[in-house]
């Protein structure tokens, strides 16, 4: 059964960082083009970076040179690296395979204040 746990999120001020981490059961992270999606309240599900199983990443204009996207293959586990935070940061933070092919993990609460 393939399961994705996000963690490493929390509440912080305007200019901070975070690292979210996805650790996967069931599946191969390296074989597999992943992504970090966000969903803030009242809007839709977002994507926000990705990396291809070749390692190139991507990502959305609103992050891109604060946020980077990694992945450990050895602990079959991808990163997200948060700097610079800000408020429209705020949101729940999961991953998934891009395109969106599992079942949602519960996510991880990211809010950060001004």
């Known amino acids: 059964q393939v399961q994705l746990v996000e963690s490493g999120g929390g509440s912080v001020q305007a200019g901070g960082s975070l690292r979210l981490s996805c650790a996967a059961s069931?599946?191969?992270?390296?074989?597999?083009?992943m992504g970090w999606y966000r969903q803030a309240p009242g809007k839709q599900r977002e994507l926000v970076a990705d990396?291809?199983?070749?390692?190139?990443?991507n990502y959305v204009d609103s992050v891109k040179d604060r946020f980077t996207i990694s992945r450990d293959n050895a602990k079959n586990t991808v990163f997200l690296q948060m700097n610079t935070l800000n408020p429209e940061d705020t949101a729940v933070y999961y991953c998934?395979?891009?395109?969106?092919?599992?079942?949602w993990g519960q996510g991880t609460q990211v809010t950060v204040s001004s």
């Open positions: 998934n395979t891009r395109p969106v092919m599992l079942t």
């Open positions: 069931g599946i191969l992270l390296k074989l597999n083009d």
């Open positions: 990396i291809t199983s070749g390692g190139r990443t």
